[in-house]
């Protein structure tokens, strides 16, 4: 069979340029979320297929990397259907690990679990710009923490980070799940028709409210209680304020209201309250998240409080709280903008044209003094070698 | 469907101990392999099932987690067979996508080209004690330097590392695959003959010089070369007298030598020439070498020479090197030897019954003075907490 040369569909090569930010990036991440007593863990990327397609996992879950069985188990003769052939798939996320990994790890781990993932994860979406099969997730996650001191903690990690990485122009847009609903049932809908109508809401950034109007009129909302709903999101109310006007309870206010306060004490970042904020997961049950920057439509990152899932899969109710930074969103970014990795380290190319004991022992004090230091031989250009070695960022030194 | 908690067959999770050493060990050796002016570079975990299956990767290729096709492309009513639904499979090495970035881009790298690649790749083998299905490799590389300045960088770097960890009672087995054939030419076996008597006496760890005597005999090669063959094995002589026996090429022997001398002076390794040495991969063109501990029975890394791979792969003849580290025997020796992780950062649990804005800026003003904290409120069972924060390494500071 031919041999191709490019990479598989939607997935890339990442070259030394490419992984020289990369790393930093992850390298300033690690160095911040472990100062928060976040510990690293990490899961397989192949999942059980029964744990990828149990509904949790939305859309994601029409975009698996599905893995064959092996051996004896792959029984292709008498398999009637596609699934009969699979065993296990690429995770789309690495939620579905990390809740897995907790309710089989809880009782060696301790309580509450300051939990820090980064790993590749793949969704079979169409490729475009910016966006690939296989990329990288940063997720920071507390366990067993019922109070707001989980919000402000994780927060606060993910500001001093992109504080480090001198990355300007990010605000924090924060709401809660609990709000939005009280608004649905004070507007006299249903229960059970928050899902659908806080989906019309999520798409107000792109739509606009008109255009939200719209689809909740065409869903076959009433007129009336459209109007209300949407009317509350038209002045520019304080949390307090804007809660006031449909008797929201006052723990949950407060308890937003301090997450602010002492985010913005703390790490001197730019939150506000927006009631229009819904994020995506229909698993959010508190406190929601999200960080906006100025020259981006999308999102950066965002997080918020799940308390009722590991309950889902483990039969166990543990609080919990998540915040997930963008990696490939947050790198493109800092492309964009030019970021320029620091380099520490002096570098130099010993050029050579013969091998003896004294280039050797050279190369290796230079790289005991914390010096980048390979050995090359002169080659027959040696005036393009030196532009190409100077282009990299390497000193010359003959030998 | 049921939610299952343990990870896939053959696969683990890596809890926050286990992610501690590994981190540690990959933080000292990108650090030194960088300092060689290696660089790092990240190719996709899924790679094409055509460039899995083209017979270099010998019986790895047997042991692939294939992944099915998706879409429209997915037609499982017209497929007669399990390939027709296979496009793609995880990589289960480093080496074929090292090979396929290479070709793809070296017109944008240096010339030569130092790599070092990272990361996990899988194979369905039969799970035993530190044996897993999906696993880490680390891999140096040299492209487009043919002479032995590479094999005694790459050596340098790779003692270099297990060096700074502290790693001791290793030696490192040198060989050339030249050696080896001329043996098996001058003995008066067929070229052609000359990969399956390798296979044999690559046994000689495992089944002693009777056991190797004994299969060549049972393949049908005759008693006086065979008798030839191992006989050169009995003496313990020196690289250069053991090739005077039969006309070796005095460049392969010079060559070796050079390797071995300045490996040994730069880095005070304990190096030696172990004409029994052969490494699996037929690929190998030139110097090939092991590293091997007292206590333990395989390699812990090896390597060699491979100028002629590139070019099956490429069109294109490119001389290259390379060196990797078995990072998960080395990580299972660590810990074995009872290696302790020095903990540069003091940890500090501020413990509180109420949050107050001081205790947070008492924990940002911590952390920049580069410590680890973490903010927990103080549980009922407080001598409980307090037992479990120090056995983590936390001094306590209650506010």
């Known amino acids: 069979m031919a041999f191709i040369k490019i990479p598989t569909k939607g997935m890339r090569d990442l070259g030394p340029r490419d992984m020289l930010l990369r790393e930093y990036v992850l390298g300033v991440m690690k160095d911040t979320y472990q100062d928060y007593g976040f510990e690293l863990i990490e899961t397989p990327c192949v999942e059980h297929i029964e744990n990828l397609t149990n509904k949790v996992g939305g859309d994601n879950e029409k975009l698996i990397y599905k893995v064959l069985k092996r051996g004896e188990k792959l029984d292709f003769d008498n398999a009637s259907k596609v699934d009969d052939l699979v065993d296990s798939g690429l995770r789309y996320d690495l939620t579905v690990p990390l809740t897995r990994f907790y309710a089989n790890s809880m009782n060696e781990l301790q309580s509450p679990f300051r939990s820090f993932q980064t790993g590749r994860v793949w969704r079979a979406d169409r490729p475009q710009k910016g966006r690939y099969r296989e990329f990288v997730q940063c997720d920071l996650d507390i366990f067993g923490e019922k109070t707001n001191l989980a919000e402000i903690e994780l927060m606060s990690a993910v500001i001093t980070f992109l504080k480090k990485l001198n990355f300007e122009g990010f605000q924090i847009r924060i709401n809660d799940r609990r709000i939005l609903k009280k608004m649905v049932l004070f507007c006299g809908f249903l229960e059970s028709d928050a899902d659908s109508i806080l989906i019309s ?69 730019s939150l506000f309250f927006d009631p229009t904020l819904v994020r995506g997961m229909g698993y959010y049950t508190g406190p929601i998240f999200e960080i906006m920057v100025s020259d981006y439509a999308s999102s950066i990152g965002g997080g918020g409080r799940y308390d009722e899932m590991v309950s889902k899969y483990a039969n166990v109710s543990v609080p919990a709280c998540g915040f997930s930074v963008g990696f490939e969103r947050l790198i493109m970014l800092l492309e964009e903008r030019g970021f320029e990795v620091p380099l520490t380290k002096k570098r130099v190319a010993i050029v050579i044209q013969e091998k003896n004991t004294d280039v050797f022992l050279k190369a290796r004090s230079m790289r005991d003094e914390n010096m980048i230091v390979k050995v090359v031989y002169r080659s027959k250009n040696y005036k393009h070698q030196k532009e190409v070695l100077e282009a990299n960022g390497y000193h010359i030194l003959e030998m």
Chains 1, 2 share one sequence.
């Open 201 to 269: 809401l999520d798409k107000l950034d792109k739509i606009g409210m008109d255009g939200v109007y719209d689809e909740l009129i065409r869903h076959g909302y009433e007129m009336d209680k459209v109007n209300k709903f949407l009317g509350f999101f038209c002045e520019n109310l304080s949390l307090e304020e804007f809660c006031l006007q449909f008797q929201m309870d006052e723990d949950v206010v407060k308890n937003l209201r301090e997450i602010m306060n002492y985010t913005k004490e703390v790490t001197g970042a």
